[in-house]
């Protein structure tokens, strides 16, 4: 059994990794998801209905279904983004860490730092590739430089931009190919340190290259985070999913491994999906 | 089409030739670097360099107040209001409507203001009737450019865990292109505005030297000199104008110097 004390030591041992530290890896231990009786409205439709799922840590996770069944939907009440839009109404809880993210008092801010998001369309900000990804870190208080030279080019070799953007990281982020704007977009992600990342169709605007690249990056960030993605593509699913949700209509009809859903799928609506009577 | 594209050039070739013709004779070093001398009205020696000046002054001021309001407020209608709320649906019909009244009436309402505040016409008189004029102008145009702004970026911003103001201030970085812009044409309207600076900022022969003072203004000194009865100072204003107009050409085109510098982080 350890001490409070030791637990507080341990965390600023700098001879120990982030992961081995206790009282870390209490935390690290349980990043699980749990929705239970997840209702969305958006403007009197009801978009997502009586959603209840869990989301096992460290693995990926694929969201896939029609186009319009609420996929994104229920990406999106994950870091709270619906908070933005009035007209959408959540009800049910999400619980992250074993914290429902909807109850009052809950921080916005610090749910959101939790999950990295990758959009579907890489979104890099007006500055320059160092100052994208060293955006995260400064909006959070970290003033150091060396602290902050330290974590861009970590994440730069994490997503493998660091050799393509080597000795231009000061130059503007818009002046990157397109794949290379989503990697750069999912080390500004990890930058801020999250738990888990969101992925939006985060492939869907990449050529088949990039799309593989960020494919390897994702089963490379399951090691470490809980990795949940929304996909159009079955065959995307099928490549690196470890478990497969899939809706339709705002409900969820099937889950379960990757490789049961698609070998004895039980449901005759997911039957008619994968063997694509509808899309 | 051809017609009109071409009644379009001339009109505008004609006005540049006329303006140029009678105006390049008497364009002299004098002209921008004098004070109107005794007489000058009349004839004699002297240049415009109090309206010049006054004009500067003014559209400064005028600038700094419209940017301070209009950016805020730009923002807040965009990014704090929910999309299409009925409360920004009415700052955009009062801006669309202030953005139509004619600039008489601004300088009329700005000499009412200052009769009721007890201000004399002075330069900040003006700065207040040609900020009036011209915030409506720079709102419009910008709060345009914001509205085309996609949802990507400030979603990208908040999922990062960004505070709103936080959000703002690299969207700001994003719109520099289209502020300046903004900027750039309120100017274009503020400068040449006669009518608005008419009551409000008086008409001196010295540069003010404090914001109390009166201030000469480029258009009103153009017509002062239009209206002599000598000719060689009927040429003058022609002269005067070609300096107006090489004024808005150079703001113009260093703004969009800055503008492109300020905006090669800007992602397309």
New interface residues.
């Given amino acids: 059994m350890i001490t409070n004390q030791q637990l507080v030591k341990s965390i600023w041992n700098p001879d120990l990794e982030a992961a081995e530290k206790p009282i870390l890896k209490k935390v690290m231990n349980s990043h699980t998801i749990n929705i239970e009786g997840l209702n969305v409205h958006i403007d009197n439709q009801h978009i997502l209905k009586d959603i209840s799922l869990k989301i096992p840590e460290k693995s990926i996770t694929c969201i896939i279904g029609p186009s319009g069944c609420g996929k994104s939907t229920l990406l999106k009440t994950l870091?709270r983004?619906h908070d933005?839009?009035?007209?959408v109404k959540v009800s049910g809880k999400v619980f992250v860490d074993g914290e429902n993210i909807y109850s009052q008092g809950v921080n916005v801010?610090?749910t959101?730092?939790k999950?990295g998001?990758l959009?579907q369309?890489p979104?890099?900000?007006?500055?320059?590739i160092f100052d994208n990804v060293a955006?995260?870190p400064r909006?959070?208080g970290i003033r150091r430089r060396k602290a902050i030279n330290q974590t861009v080019i970590q994440y730069l070799q994490y997503v493998g931009l660091w050799d393509e953007v080597r000795g231009r990281v000061r130059s503007?982020?818009?002046k990157l190919s397109i794949g290379q704007q989503q990697r750069l977009?999912l080390a500004?992600?990890l930058a801020?340190e999250p738990e888990y990342i969101l992925g939006d169709e985060a492939t869907s605007a990449l050529d088949p290259l990039s799309t593989k690249k960020i494919e390897e990056l994702f089963v490379k960030l399951k090691e470490k985070y809980t990795v949940i993605l929304v996909t159009h593509t079955l065959r995307q699913a099928k490549r690196i999913a470890d478990n497969i949700v899939f809706m339709y209509l705002g409900e969820i009809i099937e889950t379960g491994p990757t490789e049961e859903f698609f070998k004895n799928p039980k449901k005759q609506l997911t039957k008619d999906y994968l063997s694509g009577s509808f899309s | 089409m051809v017609i009109a594209a071409i009644i379009i050039l001339a009109i505008l070739l004609y006005i540049i030739g006329t303006v140029f013709y009678k105006g390049l004779p008497s364009l002299t070093l004098d002209m921008i670097t004098k004070l109107p001398g005794g007489g000058f009205y009349l004839g004699k020696e002297g240049g415009i360099l109090n309206a010049i000046v006054g004009s500067f002054y003014i559209i400064i001021g005028a600038l700094v107040i419209s940017i301070l309001i209009s950016v805020p407020l730009v923002m807040y209608i965009n990014f704090y209001l929910?999309?299409n709320s009925f409360f920004s649906g009415i700052i955009r019909f009062s801006l669309n409507i202030l953005f139509g009244v004619p600039s008489i009436v601004y300088g009329a309402f700005g000499f009412a203001l200052m009769i009721y505040l007890g201000i004399r016409a002075s330069l900040f008189g003006g700065i207040l009737a040609v900020g009036m004029l011209i915030m409506p102008i720079m709102m419009r145009s910008f709060d345009e450019v914001t509205r085309l702004l996609?949802r990507?970026?400030?979603?990208?911003?908040?999922?990062?865990?960004?505070?709103k103001y936080?959000m703002i201030k690299?969207i700001l970085?994003?719109l520099m292109p289209g502020l300046i812009t903004a900027i750039l044409l309120a100017i274009g309207r503020g400068i040449g505005d006669a009518a608005t600076v008419l009551f409000t900022s008086g008409y001196t022969d010295n540069i003010p030297a404090s914001l109390n003072q009166p201030a000469a203004t480029l258009p009103l000194s153009i017509f002062f000199q239009l209206g002599s009865p000598v000719e060689e100072v009927q040429n003058r204003a022609y002269a005067s104008a070609i300096i107006l107009t090489i004024i808005i050409l150079i703001i113009s085109f260093s703004a969009r110097y800055f503008s492109s510098k300020f905006?090669?982080?800007?992602?397309?």
């Fill in positions: 870091n983004m933005e839009t009035p007209e801010i610090d959101r730092k999950m998001l959009a369309r979104c890099p900000l007006p500055m320059s955006y995260g909006i959070h503007s982020a818009a977009c500004r992600g801020i | 929910p999309a996609s990507d970026l400030p979603d990208a911003l908040l999922s990062l865990g960004a505070t936080e690299v970085r994003q905006s090669k982080n800007k992602i397309s």
